[in-house]
């Protein structure tokens, strides 16, 4: 319930906080995601980088968007994951991993098959592994293992045209 997405289209926000006193912190830079990355692998320090500086007046307007989640089912799921808590939030993501990294090689995947296979996985650890309490790194260690082998099983019927979902 406290994490809410907005859609900047002008892709100059990478990441925004709120503060308890409900000022804003945010993370601006062009439209090129690899000084947020440099960021966030530097962190707490701030590299020189040889980009050239954001202004704000050649900019001139920000503007937001709440998202679509039809067209953004993976929001949808991220959400789900979060309100089911324990080791969910660890199949959603290493579902999404695998199933972006099959996308990316070429595989057969198709985009819009990258929701359905982390749909998928989630709701196979609903029914069969979840766990809430007491989560352990081990716990979250073989859930990871156990969706990354969900995806490339699943995936095969993708390529072939059969259920999507083992």
């Known amino acids: 319930e406290d994490i809410d997405i907005v859609i900047p289209p002008q892709s100059i926000v ?8 409900t000022s804003c912190l945010a993370q601006l830079g062009w439209a ?5 990355i440099v960021y966030s692998v530097s962190w707490p320090h701030r590299l020189r980088m040889p980009y050239r500086p954001l202004d704000l007046a050649e900019l001139s307007t920000l503007t937001f968007a709440k998202p679509d989640h039809e067209k953004y089912p993976c929001i949808r799921l991220a959400y789900e994951a979060g309100k089911v808590g324990g080791t969910m939030t660890a199949v959603l993501n290493a579902a999404n991993e695998a199933a972006n990294e099959m996308f990316r090689e070429d ?4 985009f819009l098959d990258i929701p359905k296979l982390i749909e998928g996985a989630m709701e196979e650890h609903r029914e069969d592994g979840l766990k809430i ?8 260690l073989g859930c990871d293992a156990w969706a990354r082998e969900y995806v490339a099983k ?6 072939t045209g059969e259920k999507l979902f083992v």
């Open 14 to 21: 990478h990441s925004m906080v709120e503060t308890q006193d």
């Open 32 to 36: 090129d995601m690899r000084l947020p």
């Open 107 to 110: 595989v057969g995947l198709g």
């Open 133 to 140: 309490d007491d989560v352990v790194l081990d716990d979250i």
């Open 154 to 159: 699943a995936s095969e019927g993708v390529k």
